[in-house]
C-alpha cells in the first residue's frame, strides 16, 4: 500500500485562480517536503516541513504557501496560479537524519492555463 | 551553489547489454548520493545510495563514486525492457544540509532498453 500518496494526480487550472495540492504519508516520518519538476529538469525543493503546524522556505518558494495541519499532512498553496508554475510537484516524506531516506508520492500534473 | 549534470541525455541499449549513466557534481564536500528511477507518470524509486568512495551494488545496480574527480556512475547489468525509465542522479550538500538530507537532483538520462 503507498506510503505517500498525493491528490489530484492531475489538475487544470486558470491564471490567476488558487490552487491546493494535498500530500497524505502513513510512514510516520517527521520530514515532509514538496518539490516540482520542470521537462527536462530535475526535482527542486519549494517547502519542507520537520514538524506539524510548521514549515521552512526550500529553494524556490516565492509564489508558493506550505501548511502542514497535522504530521501526516502537507499541502501546496498556489494563491494566484501564474502560467510558470506549470509543472509536476512531488511530495516526499523521510525521518530525521542526514542519510535518511526520502520516500515520494506519484505526482501532480498541473497545467496552468 | 551544487551544480548537479547529468549525462548523456538520453541513451538506448539493447536488452543485456550493460547500461552506464553518469553524474557529475560541483561541491566536493558532497558525501551523500543517491539514483533513482522514474517510471512515466509515476513517483521516484530509489535504487542506489552511496555515501563513501568506491562501488555498492544492489542488485543489477552499481554505482561508482569517484569525489576526488567529482563523479558519481550507476551501471545496470542485464537491462530489461522494464527498465527503460527516466534516471535521476540527486547529492546532497554535506554537513551544511542541517538536519535533513538536502538534495540537488540532475535533470536525468532517458533511458530505453529495446528487445
Known amino acids: 500500500e503507498a506510503a505517500v500518496t498525493q491528490s489530484p494526480r492531475s489538475k487544470v487550472a486558470v491564471t490567476g485562480g488558487k490552487v491546493t495540492l494535498s500530500c497524505h504519508q502513513t510512514n510516520n516520518h517527521d520530514y515532509m517536503y514538496w518539490y516540482r519538476q520542470d521537462t527536462g529538469h530535475g526535482l527542486r525543493l519549494i517547502h519542507y516541513?520537520?514538524?506539524?503546524?510548521?514549515?521552512e522556505k526550500g529553494d524556490i518558494p516565492d509564489g508558493y504557501k506550505a501548511s502542514r495541519p497535522s504530521q501526516e499532512n502537507f499541502s501546496l498553496i498556489l494563491e494566484l496560479a501564474s502560467l510558470s508554475q506549470t509543472a509536476v510537484y512531488f511530495c516526499a516524506s523521510s525521518e530525521r537524519g542526514f542519510y535518511a531516506e526520502q520516500f515520494f508520492g506519484p505526482g501532480t500534473r498541473l497545467t496552468v492555463l | 551553489q551544487q551544480k548537479v549534470q547529468q549525462s548523456p541525455e538520453s541513451l538506448t541499449v539493447s536488452e543485456g547489454a550493460m547500461a552506464s549513466l553518469n553524474c557529475t557534481f560541483s561541491d566536493g564536500t558532497s558525501n551523500n548520493f543517491r539514483w533513482y528511477r522514474q517510471h512515466s507518470a509515476k513517483g521516484l524509486e530509489v535504487l542506489v545510495s552511496?555515501?563513501?568512495?568506491g562501488e555498492k551494488e544492489e542488485g543489477r545496480f552499481t554505482a561508482h563514486l569517484n569525489r576526488a574527480n567529482l563523479h558519481v556512475s550507476l551501471h545496470i547489468r542485464e537491462p530489461q525492457p522494464s527498465d527503460s525509465a527516466v534516471y535521476l542522479c540527486a547529492v546532497s550538500m554535506g554537513l551544511l544540509s542541517g538536519s535533513f538530507n538536502k538534495l540537488t537532483f540532475g535533470a536525468g538520462t532517458r533511458l530505453a532498453v529495446c528487445p
Open positions: 552511496i555515501f563513501s568512495d
Open positions: 516541513s520537520y514538524v506539524a503546524d510548521s514549515t
